[in-house]
């Protein structure tokens, strides 16, 4: 189970909480009719242990259990 958790990259949005970062991942999809890229992008709250992260910094994030109502990730680092 560890070992197949996702990663992803993000930028910050915004850093306002504490411990936690709200991070904007995106990713191109294949539109299927007309075979163009569409950027798609994700709001994720993930937990920042030490309140390092700022907004705009690119941060590194690791699926983790559920920390709270909307936090299932956890900062690895910053990029």
Request: glycine letters at 2%; one cysteine or more.
């Amino acid at each position: 189970m560890r070992e197949n958790r996702r990663t992803v990259v993000g930028k910050v949005a915004s850093a306002k909480m504490q411990k936690t970062v709200v991070v904007t991942v995106q990713r191109l999809e294949l539109h299927p009719k007309y075979k163009k890229y569409i950027r798609k992008r994700t709001k994720l709250y993930a937990h920042d242990e030490r309140a390092e992260c700022k907004e705009g910094d690119r941060v590194q994030l690791i699926e983790t259990r559920p920390m709270s109502r909307l936090k299932r990730w956890r900062v690895v680092k910053k990029l």
